[in-house]
């Protein structure tokens, strides 16, 4: 009997852990990451600005305990596509998607290079951002 609860205990919470452990994904300005503007992101400035440990260590390919501009540029290449952030799956970010991810509406009118209230990957390539 204490077997069948724990299980039941158990499948209950697994909705719950899976969540946990896959966050919604974030972006932010690469300029906004470097707080202190030395040219590195520290561990502590990365985890401030809401950056995962796990992401963090991923850029860190040296283990230096900052990302270099390098290190940062690297990953954002691999890591680029804004099919992440883009929902509805349309191929384009919409203002309420950009500002559910943490971008301002500000920094959305930048990106928003035409103007038509959407970001195109193409948009999104010519800025200084980063998805995690």
Known sequence: MKLI???????ALL????????PAPKIMAISNLDANNDQAVSKDEALKAGMPEATFKKIDKDNSGQIS???LNAYRVQNNSISTIDADKDGKISKAEAM???M??????????DNNGYITQAEW????WIIW
């Not at 301002?104 to 290079?113: G, P, T, V, Y």
Request: with cysteine; proline share 3%.
């Open 5 to 11: 609860n724990c299980l039941l205990i158990s499948v």
């Open 104 to 113: 301002s509406a500000q920094e959305f009118r930048i990106l928003d290079k």
């Open 15 to 22: 909705p719950m852990a899976t969540s946990a452990q896959s």
């Open 125 to 128: 390539d010519t800025g200084d």
């Open 100 to 102: 559910k991810m943490g």
């Open 69 to 71: 501009k390098a290190e």
